[in-house]
């Protein structure tokens, strides 16, 4: 897989200021405001930064916290888990393996067959609905 780097001017020029606050800074949405934590259509959630296939709508479930939840990601290969002790806490946040971009975090309190819980931020997202992707 081939990194994408680009300069900060890149970014803030390709992206919606929320979408590069979250992305690039680490910023969080909140809770119960973003694009895709009701969003129930099939298809394939993608980087916004990049377009790399990250979940699929068929793991994505309501776990209730306002925030797009899936139990797993399209390829464990596309994120990346990096130890964050911020904000006093010790959790895991996932990022993009492409680009770098902050997509959320992941804890073990999901579904099975994972028991994981991808918390991720809409801001870090696209959607390609399903008749699209096979376009």
Known sequence: MNKI???DAEWQA?????DYQVTRHAA???A?????????EIGTYTCVCCDTELFESDAKFDSGCGWPSYFKPVNPAHVREISDHS???????????????????????GPPPTRLRYCINSASLRFVAKTKAKE
Request: a negative charge; one cysteine or more.
């Open 32 to 40: 119960f405001t973003g694009r895709f934590w009701d969003h129930h």
């Open 87 to 109: 904000h006093g806490m010790t959790r895991i946040e996932i990022v993009c393996n492409i680009c770098d971009a902050h997509l959320g975090h992941v804890f073990p309190d």
């Open 5 to 7: 780097i680009k300069t």
């Open 28 to 30: 969080t949405e909140r």
């Open 14 to 18: 390709q992206l919606s200021p929320l």
